[in-house]
């Protein structure tokens, strides 16, 4: 199979989309004449034109908010947050309009939106522009949040995102835009609410999802040669949690560790470790372990960086651990 | 000046509204409606007149005191008293309340509980309608007090650089809650703000129902023939209290009255009057109309069953099994 | 002793401190003028003047952010939200700026600030009043979370708060502004980051914080009758938060409980349970149980409301599931 | 014009901040510099211009292109080379880098990678200077795109209605990244947008250095003695790329040609030299000084150490015990 890039593969399932649906656009902050920050969106406006790649104005409360309006209106907007730290300037209008118009206004409305945040540690970029926030909208019930790792999923999970009738939040790490993978030519879908083991193991179940997902499979290669075997658990979707698969392999392993790049405190790690916890208590054999990054805002220079940031290291370290 | 038929319509709103507005206030009084009620009255003339020459298909935005909205944009006071009753016959099947009030069905988009929320929904709206070539026009309602808000300035430069069919009405009502505009907002004119976004601003007499309606119905053409936004501004009052039971000691009872004086209402029926369209009696029957149909409206929403507990689990997503993933 | 409200114990807390320091300062929207919407503020100006106790427009963002700036230049401001709802408003101002500004700035500055929120579900204010958001905050590095539950605790955390030189938000639940407690004449301090057992008992452990600590000892009453005793641990501030007292009941009990308002998913209880789980594993006879409102905005009806908000039954139905 | 110790004064930092932001530009493309950079090279007129009226103890809020700005106000090239390589001498002991800069010892309280992030922050800083009553200045500065961010608006809304000692000072360089401020900003003059909030707006030609100055030195005049905000507006333009590495394809060189010819050092120097201020020779020395000021602040930035690892967990909380609580 053909291998592009994560970058490459959301920009396919942006133009199948906008192919296919008249109705669907995409809006932010230097993207048509840019073509995004990652290359996400370049060449867009050559098909599109520049009325449905609309470039705005440095206003993340508008592009979110307005987005909001356009849905709720007929039109299917794709919003990008440029980075994901800025979703703290729409927070109002993802967690208290997007996430409850449905709800409040008793079914009457829809709000097909998709809002496009690149999240994540790369290269020295600091505290204001490496952070990994999934976790504040796991809270917020009325949204999903897809959170892919791989190309293949990148490309399925978002053209499921846009064709979604709900407000759906999509985390892309940025390290990720560059990685390449096999994508088929042939349209597919990946469904929202899936979970993906992507490697088989008997001894330790990591749960995961994003960038730390190769991380734990490069860790996982590494404690193979130890004869330990991890399976790795990708969530690929927050909300709605795939909690069935995750058991499943509980289950079978009696050993878990939860791992992401986000902070470890209050992260999506603490939900998903109090789940198998309370669902999976009498089969574990271990303490479920968390890995995340440590409880700092992320530091600027790269020996900081390193030290708080999990990669493999930590990964082996919390299986060895519980094994 | 509008035809006589719009000059019923517009007259006849403005006492559908008052007549709504009164028998909340008094339902409140009495125990019947939870929540918060902000009301209407005093302000009738700005949303009758802005919506007189809107079509059914337009859109609005509201805020958290949008039952006038509602009833000017054609929603049914039924329904809306069901809702503010929390019944499971509200429009929002009682989930959403006074605040939170919606009827998509004539483009009523949503009151809302956050101040200066609903300027970007609108925006959003008016660029789904020129992207959609539809003709549509989205205007948004919002309070002195929400002009000070930072989603104000986004979406005014964003309707302008898009050149949207939006208009934006400001209900400069003399107060947010209890904080005088004279204190808080920086203008005098929150019209003049307009001139940041290169855009028209215009300030009316908000109490003079004509003249929000001739400002509204320029704002509004010019708006759908594709020149854009506007702000406008209508200076009314807000003669009740913020809310229902509020203690009001923010302002004098004398300053009350004499706005009270320059009731929008009465101010119309004289007009209606002396330019013969309408005779005391028709106005009279008017009223009485609008009573009645208010009276029916509460006997509707209180004779409509409270919603079962569990409905707390629908709709929370669009096309899913219901209450899928609420924890119940 | 004295029994007074908590709305009147906050009130105290504010005057003293403001007597104490002439850098202390509050804002917000209605406070001066209305006395806050709880009353929390009535009389402020009287003694400190307009300057001192500052109305300002609907502009939460810069409430917040001026507070921060006011903050790093040697004044001690106490910015209200009038509903932790609009949090959202100012989330960048909190978590992207207060939050990071000493770590970021490598220690040059110092912010203490208090951001007062009052939270939780009164009288079917709905899905846009009605939040309990401390979650969020529990995410994000950088910042002291203090969440009274009694006039006692309220008026000492706030003097502490008032005096740590770090950015704390301090959550005041609506529907306890009117509940009266006592509380001492003389002055004192509740320190932040000390648990506090409001009830002891032997077979359950209940780990909450803010008005759920009373309804967890309402139910704990209930239960006694069956000779079921719960030890109520209220936790009173979430970062830091106190595991030892936590960790110490629990190898007591065995059996805990956490119980908050704020939605269940991705809730504090989430951490808690997590961390219990993770440092307690070998004590527990029972999967923690946590408790929170079910994953809906909240909606309006009051029946709907009662359906989706945790009481006293909740609590009594999670302890009866582990005993 | 203001006496020849501030023309020097004025044209020295301008000198001293070009020198750094070269040798900037020469460390990132050699891989010595982590992280993004953005340039200030052709806006030094602006930093210089506004800073040089303010005292050591009035205030300056920066951005993410923020190294003119600190330089102007007083701060120590080698410190801030040092953050800037990420080492432990740094400002912020490597936990910043360019976004994050910060000297509060001359009253220079951070950069903020968020576009619009420091509106807010220099009015509290105002407004804390007001209630102090210690006659400083809060200056803040913000590029023509962060106009767009409603921060703007609660912030000179705020700021007016306080009536505080601030000067909002808008660098328009004509592009936010990739997209023009003729695109993106609904008013020609973002100065206009002081008519929004009753305060004056002035808007200059930002290459020309004296120009800058007395505008500045008007505005910061009339905040010191009470009379309130201004929004001051430079027009500039940013010779280098948005980031160091920018492909700017959204421009013409021709147009980066023609700006170049502006530009505002070379300009301030036929001044200087007209005026008879200084010599080529005087100016050649003033340069040269410059140039050895800043290698030395790279020899010192890169013997300095990088910092130790753990010192990831200081700083977090003033006064607790190193990290404390950050789950190492
Ligand atoms: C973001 C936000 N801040 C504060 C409030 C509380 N609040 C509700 S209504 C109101 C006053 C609104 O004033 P204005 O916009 O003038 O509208 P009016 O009530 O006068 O119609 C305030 C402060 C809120 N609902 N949302
Ligand atoms: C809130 C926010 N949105 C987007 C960005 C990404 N970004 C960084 S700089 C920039 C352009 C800023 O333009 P302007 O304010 O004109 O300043 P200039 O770079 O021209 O000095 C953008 C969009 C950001 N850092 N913060
Ligand atoms: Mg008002
Ligand atoms: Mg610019």
Redesign the interface.
């Known amino acids: 199979m053909r291998e592009i890039t994560f970058s490459q593969a959301t920009l396919e399932a942006m133009a199948e989309e906008m192919r296919r649906d008249p109705?669907v656009?995409v809006l932010g902050e230097d993207i048509a004449r840019q073509g995004g920050i990652f290359g996400q969106f370049k060449g867009l406006p050559n098909e599109f034109g520049y009325?449905?790649v609309?470039d705005?104005?440095i206003?993340e409360?508008?592009i979110?908010?307005?987005?909001?309006?356009?849905?709720?209106?007929?039109?299917r907007?794709v919003a990008d947050m440029h980075f994901a730290d800025f979703v703290t300037c729409a927070m109002?209008?993802i967690a208290?309009?997007a996430a409850k118009?449905?709800?409040?206004?008793?079914?009457?409305?829809?709000?097909p939106l998709v809002v496009r945040a690149p999240d994540g540690v790369i290269k020295s970029a600091a505290a204001q522009h490496s952070q990994s926030l999934e976790a504040w909208f796991v809270h917020v019930?009325?949204l999903?949040i897809v959170i892919p790792s791989t190309p293949y999923d990148a490309k399925g999970l978002l053209k499921a995102a846009i064709r979604d009738?709900?407000p759906v939040l999509y985390f892309e790490h940025k390290a990720l835009f560059a990685m390449k993978g096999p994508v088929p030519e042939e349209e597919y879908i990946v469904p929202i609410g899936k979970a993906d083991v992507k490697r088989p193991g008997r001894d330790v179940t990591c749960v995961t999802y994003s960038i730390m997902v190769h991380r734990a499979l490069e860790g996982a290669e590494d404690l193979a040669r130890d004869g330990i075997e991890v399976e790795v658990v990708d969530l690929r979707t927050l909300?709605?949690m795939d909690i069935d698969t995750v058991l499943q392999s509980v289950r079978k392993t009696k050993k878990v560790v939860v791992a992401h790049e986000a902070c470890r405190r209050g992260g999506a790690g603490a939900e998903i470790a109090a789940t198998i916890a309370e669902e999976a208590f009498d089969y574990l054999d271990a303490p479920v372990v968390r890995v995340g990054t440590l409880d700092v805002p992320i530091p600027f220079s790269p020996p900081l960086e390193a030290r708080v940031v999990p990669r493999k290291k930590e990964i082996v370290e919390a299986v060895r651990k519980i094994v | 000046m509008p035809d006589r038929d719009t000059l019923v319509h517009i007259y006849t709103t403005m006492v559908r509204i008052r007549a709504f507005e009164e028998k909340v206030e008094e339902l409140f009084l009495a125990g019947k409606i939870?929540?918060?009620v902000h009301l209407y009255i005093g302000e009738e003339a700005v949303a009758s007149g802005v919506c007189a020459p809107l079509d059914r298909s337009d859109?609005i935005?509201s805020t958290h005191r949008g039952h006038g909205h509602c009833i000017a944009k054609g929603a049914s006071p039924r329904r809306m008293m069901a809702e503010i009753l929390?019944?499971?016959t509200?429009?929002?099947?009682?989930?959403?309340?006074s605040?939170?009030i919606?009827?998509?069905?004539v483009g009523m988009?949503?009151a809302?509980?956050?101040?200066?929320?609903g300027?970007?929904?609108?925006?959003?709206?008016?660029?789904?309608?020129k992207?959609?070539r539809s003709g549509?026009v989205?205007v948004c309602f919002f309070g002195d007090?929400?002009s000070?808000?930072?989603?104000?300035?986004?979406?005014?430069?964003?309707a302008?650089?898009?050149q949207l069919p939006c208009v934006f009405v400001c209900e400069h009502n003399q107060y947010?809650?209890?904080?005088p505009a004279a204190?808080?907002?920086?203008?005098?004119d929150v019209a003049?703000?307009a001139?940041?976004?290169?855009?028209p601003g215009v300030t009316v007499d908000g109490n003079d129902v004509l003249a929000v309606y001739e400002a509204a119905r320029e704002a509004i053409d010019r708006a759908r023939r594709g020149g854009g936004p506007t702000l406008l501004e209508a200076k009314t009052y807000r003669i009740k209290g913020h809310f229902v039971g509020d203690p009001e000691?923010?302002r004098d009872r004398s300053e009350v009255e004499r706005w009270k004086a320059k009731c929008p209402i009465l101010r119309f029926e004289d007009r209606l009057r002396a330019e013969g369209v309408l005779a005391d009696a028709e106005m009279e029957a008017i009223k009485a109309a609008a009573r009645r149909e208010i009276l029916e409206a509460v006997s509707f929403a209180e004779e409509s069953p409270?919603?079962?507990?569990?409905?707390?689990?629908?709709?929370?997503?669009?096309?899913?099994a219901q209450g899928?993933?609420?924890?119940?």
């Open positions: 109705t656009f009325e449905r609309l705005t104005p206003s409360t508008a979110v908010g307005s987005a909001v309006g356009a849905a709720l209106t007929g039109m907007p109002d209008e208290n309009q118009i449905q709800y409040m206004f008793g079914g009457q409305a829809r709000l019930p009325g999903k009738d709900n909300v709605p | 939870p929540g918060f859109y935005v929390g019944k499971s509200g429009y929002c099947k009682g989930k959403g309340g605040m939170h919606a009827d998509f069905s988009l949503g809302n509980g956050v101040v200066g929320g300027f970007n929904i609108a925006v959003g709206a008016a660029l789904s309608a992207m959609r549509q989205a007090g929400a000070n808000r930072g989603t104000f300035h986004e979406a005014l430069n964003m302008s650089v898009f947010a809650s209890t904080t204190y808080s907002v920086s203008v005098r003049d703000r001139v940041g976004y290169g855009i000691k923010y409270y919603p079962d507990p569990d409905d707390a689990f629908s709709d929370l997503y669009v096309s899913d899928e993933g609420c924890g119940r």
